[in-house]
């Protein structure tokens, strides 16, 4: 199981995400890095030891512009592998966030207006640069989908397995930030249902989550806040075998 860190970028700069209330996102205050410049964030994850990072490009999801001279920057001076939600509801974004070496693209239902276009994307792309992420709030799907109903969770996962995805972020925006835990069920009902690599977002509290997810077969998960905290630990990820 891979731990990979998050930063989230607002206004250029990096932001301390809580419960998926972006009006009320505060500068990074973080014991691992003074700076809230997304560089310095990433330079420093890079040097703990981290070969891999998930940006969320609020700006881009908020509707503004990409920002993508910073993750290009990012990629060009740490050599980290960049997984990057930027927005993406159409395949033209997609292709410039790769031409700016992003590692992975990820395509959140919160912007995604088709099923066809994770289709198009896997086609394009192929399964290994493409992630969904079933973006959450309390549970339920964050969607723009031109369906004639909200579909329910697994109804989607479903839905995206069928168009091709290998790969979903399993995202409770509700739970990012807050330190209360992932829903545990819904993860190991998620397991069953979708035949490919899950990583969790949103509520990690310590190592113990992290070796409950790991027994349970998740493939990663990402963390922002209890790394920040110091809640988690470099020190015991290396002892467990869980940053490499």
Do not use: W
């Amino acid at each position: 199981m891979k731990v990979i860190p998050v930063i989230d970028i607002l206004g250029g700069k990096v932001v301390h995400a809580v419960r998926g209330k972006r009006k009320e996102y505060q500068p990074l205050k973080s014991r691992l890095c003074s700076s809230t410049d997304p560089l310095d964030v990433a330079a420093a994850f890079r040097k703990l030891g981290f070969s891999e990072l998930y940006v969320a490009d609020l700006d881009a999801i908020l509707g503004g512009k990409m920002n993508l001279s910073i993750l290009r920057g990012i990629a060009e001076e740490t050599g980290l592998e960049l997984m990057v939600d930027a927005g993406v509801d159409k395949l033209e974004k997609a292709e410039r966030l790769l031409e700016n070496h992003a590692s992975k693209i990820i395509i959140g239902t919160e912007t995604l207006p088709t099923i066809n276009l994770v289709a198009e994307a896997v086609r394009l792309f192929g399964n290994k640069k493409v992630i969904v992420s079933l973006d959450l709030m309390n549970g339920q799907v964050l969607s723009r989908l031109d369906t004639a109903a909200p579909m329910s969770p697994m109804a989607l996962l479903q839905a995206l397995q069928e168009a091709g995805a290998s790969q979903v972020i399993v995202l409770d925006l509700a739970r990012v930030g807050s330190g209360e835990g992932v829903n545990m069920r819904f993860i190991e009902d998620a397991l069953k249902n979708f035949h490919g690599h899950i990583f969790v977002g949103g509520g990690l509290r310590n190592i113990d989550d992290l070796i409950e997810l790991e027994k349970i077969g998740v493939a990663g998960v990402l963390v922002a806040t209890a790394l920040h905290s110091g809640k988690i630990s470099v020190d015991e990820l290396k002892r467990l075998k869980l940053l490499t």
